[in-house]
């Protein structure tokens, strides 16, 4: 029964020693197979050959077999690699996930006709047309058409992008309203897309896996086992003058007690609480490398749209100027003229006004890139941007201060005007996702440096980047130049994690130290990410670093526990202990002096004494055989999980509980 399990379970432990052997090196698996073949071959020999005279009277001793050593070890070892390997996340999938926001099929013009033909046909300089609410299949130039592109997903820009004829369309953006005709200028490979899947293949495979920390220590610690153990056989045959079967015991037991099954637990278990309780905070961490770099950070670097701010346009401000109009009569008026457009700031509009009972729009009409028209209540209504109002003859110069202050706090300016006068302003923008002051406050005061990128413009980059205090902030960053603002980070000596949540970022988060994405994000981001943020709340970047100092510190304790229980075990092992306990007589082995003394001063002690006098007198007589070494090596193994366990009572920083994250 013993047999698989040395041999077809512990088969990678030999595989993976004979490798370090023969590279010069030495590894734990080194001292998995000496300690569990030692206790294997002892046992096979001993229950085949002990009954055979001839062979005894060199195996003397050795006819009680301890199969129990070699697979408790080899399960315990192999078990804590098993929950290694389910704790490392896996981005495999995140390459597919980005190539699958490309659409499927392409609508083109070819010999005057409109076909419908797969992504692979598609040709530079094709036609193709994108009907509203479709993805845009390619990177193209318009030639005819007008509407506004949703490129959040690839650029980064949180408003959607108002566009018309010669301007440049990307690849899996989404067209919001308008039909738009456009030429193909790069196909397949060539396209923005792909450009972010290669720079995210080249992110993931030049990131240098962590060193583990147990096997730097076994580097030293299995030579030096190995040597001792040695030592111990020849002093004991050699020196002390034992025959070989209890000097090989002595030795054996060393090997045995010091397999490192307690050091090899010491990182997994604790990676399993720690993420297990990450995951009660909403934190999902994957793997080992996560954990032990998150404490480490120095820098910060998050992406703005989607991450620091909702990604999404709202109404912010409204301004009546007419003193005879309120803020809800505004807002009324304003969402029942803009109901009927397809605009996302429109919607914007319409939203904010969601709680009012809207009047009947008649005569309702649209005016690309500058606003809407529309008849409500028998008067005619306009909204728009400033170009609109001029062509309408309509005076704003004396809401000058106003609009200058809405620009500045990086909001878009809408001029609403009712019977052919300026009754408001409205105030659209981007605006802060709950708690992100809260946490970079926060972050600030662990010493980390906050930096903000966005591929917003200059003056929303200030704008939002006051707002919140971050003093660092890099504007207008295309997707192909965050990664590379990241290793410059990095060249600076900087341990950087990122946090994003779009395609755009996958990159960056690949190539950064430590890639943080938010849970709403694409599944490319979360699966790029080594530490996703489930519940979306900005606090839990807070926690994700305080959880991962907390469990790194578990992981030095289980090291600590495992490095005492050899300290003692392994003298305990050789025998050394009887050089202080015992002494040969020409009767044999016998206690020292001291040790008779204590004993009879144990036995004085009335009811217990001579029970206490007899237990220490044993004691100071016995070595450690293999098999009770096997046991007391399971042993240091239940004593990390212990601690590991006891990190289930982590608590998430005081800030961060609050109601929002019941």
């Not at 001792?228 to 030795?251: N, R, V």
């Not at 990390?640 to 800030?655: H, I, W």
Request: net charge neutral; glycine share 8%; aromatic share 8%.
């Amino acid at each position: 029964m013993t047999t698989p399990i040395q041999f077809w379970v512990g088969w990678p432990f030999y595989r993976n020693a004979y490798t370090a052997l023969k590279v010069g090196s030495s590894s734990m698996d080194v001292l998995v197979v000496l300690g569990t073949s030692a206790a294997y071959f002892m046992s096979f020999f001993g229950f085949i050959f002990s009954d055979i005279p001839f062979l005894n009277q060199f195996w003397e001793g050795f006819d009680h077999p301890f199969w129990e050593s070699s697979a408790a070890l080899m399960s315990f070892i192999i078990l804590g690699r098993y929950f290694e390997a389910l704790s490392r996340g896996k981005v495999s999938e995140a390459i597919r996930k980005l190539l699958n926001l490309a659409p499927e099929k392409a609508l083109v013009v070819r010999g005057g006709q409109e076909l419908e033909i797969s992504l692979a046909e598609l040709v530079v300089n094709d036609t193709f047309i994108i009907k509203p609410g479709s993805k845009v299949p390619t990177d193209g130039i318009i030639l005819s058409g007008e509407s506004a592109l949703d490129e959040k997903v690839v650029t980064g820009e949180s408003m959607p992008v108002n566009k018309k004829t010669g301007d440049e369309v990307i690849g899996a953006t989404v067209n919001s309203y308008g039909l738009l005709t456009c030429k193909a200028t790069k196909v397949g490979k060539d396209t923005l897309l792909y450009q972010i899947v290669r720079l995210v293949e080249e992110a993931q495979s030049t990131r240098a896996p962590i060193q583990d920390v147990a096997d730097k220590i076994s580097e030293r610690f299995v030579p030096i086992v190995i040597v001792f153990s040695i030592i111990t056989f020849a002093f004991w045959y050699f020196i002390q003058g034992y025959t070989a079967t209890p000097a090989l015991l002595f030795a054996i037991a060393v090997l045995v007690v010091s397999c490192p099954c307690a050091l090899g637990l010491a990182t997994p278990t604790a990676l399993m609480v720690g993420t297990a309780r990450g995951a009660e905070s909403g934190i999902l961490i994957k793997g080992a490398e996560a954990l032990e770099k998150a404490h480490k950070i120095t820098a910060i670097a998050f992406d703005k749209t989607g991450t620091l701010t909702k990604g999404e346009p709202t109404v912010t401000d409204i301004i009546p100027i007419d003193g005879d109009i309120s803020k809800d009569e505004l807002i009324r008026l304003s969402a029942a003229a803009e109901k009927g457009s397809e605009h996302p700031l429109a919607k914007a509009v319409v939203k904010a006004g969601e709680n009012q009972t809207l009047p009947t729009v008649e005569n309702f009409k649209a005016i690309s890139g500058k606003g809407i028209s529309a008849t409500i209540e028998g008067k005619i209504l306009l909204i728009g941007n400033d170009t609109f109002m001029e062509e309408n003859n309509i005076a704003i110069a004396s809401q000058i201060t106003d609009s200058d202050r809405l620009q500045s706090e990086a909001k878009t300016v809408v001029y609403v005007v009712y019977e052919n006068k300026l009754i408001g302003l409205l105030g659209i923008a981007d605006t802060l996702k709950p708690y992100a002051k809260e946490a970079i406050a926060e972050l600030k005061k662990m010493k980390k440096e906050i930096i903000m990128i966005t591929g917003d413009n200059e003056k929303t980059a200030q704008a939002i980047s006051k707002q919140l205090g971050i003093d660092k902030y890099f504007a207008k960053v295309l997707p192909q130049n965050k990664e590379g603002l990241i290793a410059d980070l990095q060249k600076q000596g900087k341990i950087v994690a990122m946090v994003g949540d779009g395609i755009n970022d996958a990159p960056a988060l690949a190539k950064s130290n430590l890639g943080i994405a938010m849970g709403s994000g694409t599944d490319v981001a979360v699966e790029t990410g080594e530490i996703i943020l489930i519940k979306d709340d900005l606090r839990d970047v807070v926690t994700a670093i305080d959880l991962s100092k907390k469990t790194v510190r578990k992981i030095w304790g289980n090291f600590f526990w495992a490095f005492v229980y050899n300290i003692v075990a392994i003298p305990v092992a050789s025998g050394m202990h009887l050089l202080l306990t015992t002494q040969a007589t020409a009767t044999g082995v016998e206690p020292t002096a001291w040790v008779l003394g204590v004993s009879q001063t144990l036995a004085q002690i009335p009811t217990l004494g001579q029970w206490l006098g007899d237990f220490f007198l044993t004691f100071t007589k016995t070595s450690l055989r293999p098999e009770i070494a096997g046991f007391a090596m399971a042993f240091s193994s239940v004593s990390v999980v212990a601690n590991s366990l006891l990190l289930k009572r982590y608590r998430e920083p005081k800030f961060a509980r609050t109601e929002l994250k019941s």
